[in-house]
């Protein structure tokens, strides 16, 4: 296996991110090198994404992309939009291979039947200074929308002793924060044990610095949940919470398992339960029959929590959804023009929220170095730039903010 060169592509989900993760480090420890900018790789795996359409033909793009930048390399596409339209991907000229979502976690041991694989768990997560972990896959839920829980299959779990396993060996290669994700990461259960109870023993790992947990729906969050986060010692107090609509109508059409004053009530209990406390949540607009008042209220919702990030979809049919068959389709313009209204109004949300911490004084995580300046975010998910200073990647330091741009939080180094 000595010089056999490899290239990966991620498109879509943290979940997505880990699994090629997962691949970069079972190859590696096969003696296959990353193939830099410019070499021939002998192996190209694409893990895909069906979200939406602009996903699948993304997932297109890179797969042609990786044939023709390495014409004699095996060039192998799993994910969800090889699950989705497998016959497809298959058909384009230079696929070699197409691995079900089913047999993902095998696929280097099919690959490479002679070599003894190590395990499909992370040991480093390259380019990023905060570490996915992924704790579930599948999905029950069935909104609508969604094609997930089709190609993605029922949601299951893996164990907290396997999990805890891969968060010590996290921290050992120097990772400070470790984000715990899955496709619907509230199913989350080993046992009897479910997401708070994960949260606390993830959150006693020797050297942990920041524990966040990624995308959860609001009727999922509850009191013991809260507690799990707000009493943990290196639990972050910044939650993305998934909104969708700020319409119930909308909402219950879209099979949604919770409604507008469930997302408002968990967001002011942690708020009153601890000030700083931030958000990011996803919105889709022009879901079929979103009348303007629908979208309203969407925007109401922006405007009370002052989001720190927004997710935009443009709804997007899906083939085999129930959405898909639903009357009352937005049309394209109207649905153009509220997708930009959001994101003006996230970006104004997000400034306003920014600007009620100039002046203080909180640690940042550096992400990169750039030329000029060290960028990073808060504990609670702000984004920080510190303009003249180079500080390397995964250290934490103390700044204070002095001002606040579209963009991000400008700081100093604090004294």
Avoid: W
């Amino acid at each position: 296996m000595k010089n056999k060169k490899f290239r990966l592509a991620t498109l879509g989900c943290r979940t997505n991110q880990y699994e090629t993760q997962a691949y970069r480090d079972q190859l590696i420890a096969l003696g296959f090198e990353e193939a830099r900018e410019g070499e021939e790789a002998d192996l190209c795996i694409v893990n895909t994404c069906t979200v939406t359409e602009s996903a699948d033909q993304s997932s297109r793009h890179q797969i042609h992309k990786f044939v023709k930048q390495n014409p004699n390399a095996q060039v192998v596409v799993t994910g969800c939009s090889a699950e989705r339209q497998p016959e497809l991907i298959a058909s384009i000229d230079g696929v070699t291979k197409v691995v079900p979502n089913s047999e993902k976690e095998s696929l280097i041991t099919e690959l490479l039947p002679e070599e003894e694989v190590p395990e499909f768990a992370i040991k480093n997560f390259e380019a990023h200074t905060r570490a996915f972990v992924k704790v579930q896959d599948g999905c029950n839920s069935f909104c609508t929308y969604c094609i997930i829980p089709y190609v993605r299959g029922r949601s299951r779990s893996r164990s907290i002793d396997e999990i805890v396993k891969e968060v010590k060996q996290l921290v050992l290669s120097g990772y400070k924060e470790v984000v715990i994700t899955g496709i619907n990461v509230g199913d989350y259960c080993d046992g009897d044990q479910g997401l708070a109870d994960l949260i606390q023993v993830v959150d006693q790992v020797e050297g942990i610095e920041r524990v966040r947990l990624s995308s959860i729906d609001p009727d999922e969050v509850d009191e013991k949940l809260m507690t799990a986060i707000l009493k943990g010692k290196h639990t972050c107090h910044s939650l993305h919470i998934v909104l969708q609509a700020g319409s119930n109508v909308i909402l219950k059409r879209m099979n949604r398992k919770y409604t507008r004053q469930i997302f408002l009530e968990s967001v002011e209990k942690l708020k009153k339960a601890s000030p700083d406390f931030t958000f990011t949540t996803d919105v889709i607009v022009g879901f079929p029959g979103e009348t303007e008042a629908d979208f309203q209220e969407t925007l109401e919702v922006m405007r009370s929590v002052k989001f720190a990030k927004v997710h935009m979809f443009p709804y997007s049919r899906r083939e085999k959804t129930r959405a898909a068959l639903y009357p009352n389709q937005v049309p394209h313009n109207i649905v153009q023009t509220r997708k930009n209204e959001v994101l003006r109004l996230a970006e104004a949300m997000s400034f306003e929220l920014r600007n009620a911490y100039v002046g203080r004084t909180m640690c940042i995580l550096t992400e990169n170095c750039e030329a000029d300046s060290t960028v990073g975010h808060t504990e609670n998910f702000l984004l920080v730039q510190v303009p003249g200073v180079q500080v390397a990647a995964n250290q934490l330091i103390s700044v204070k903010f002095i001002k606040n741009t579209p963009e991000a939080l400008i700081g100093i180094p604090a004294a």
